[in-house]
């Protein structure tokens, strides 16, 4: 079992920049695909960004391409999202996901709590 914590959200403005945090605890994160969602109300969990075990491979979202950038640390067990720029649109639960499958990242196995990124104009 691993178990995933996200932190990092807030209320920021327009064209500022967050960075979120997702700890893993109960396995080792180099085991593991990792991703990051997100879920604004009344839509659906939509797929924002994705790095493999070692942090060779990374896909974004067309959405956030460009904006956003995927990390991670092994050592420390964190995966981190970078998030530049960030547009009203961007609002929503931002939610950590890790699979020992790289593709799809729907399908991974562990999910966390989510954490709240509010982006005012």
């Known amino acids: 079992q691993v178990q995933l914590v996200e932190s990092g959200g807030g209320l920021v403005q327009a064209g500022g920049s967050l960075r979120l945090s997702c700890a893993a605890s109960?396995?080792?994160?180099?085991?593991?695909?990792m991703s990051w969602f997100r879920q604004a109300p009344g839509k659906e969990r939509e797929f924002v960004a994705a790095?493999?075990?070692?942090?060779?491979?990374?896909y974004y979202a067309d959405s956030v391409k460009g904006r956003f950038t995927i990390s991670r640390d092994n050592a420390k067990n964190t995966v981190y999202l970078q998030m530049n720029s960030l547009k009203p649109e961007d609002t929503a639960v931002y939610y950590c996901?890790?699979?020992?499958?790289?593709?799809?990242?729907?399908?991974?196995?562990?999910w966390g709590q989510g954490t709240q990124v509010t982006v005012s104009s």
């Open positions: 109960g396995r080792t994160l180099s085991d593991y695909h």
């Open positions: 790095i493999s075990t070692r942090g060779g491979s990374t």
């Open positions: 996901a890790g699979g020992r499958r790289w593709w799809p990242p729907r399908e991974y196995d562990y």
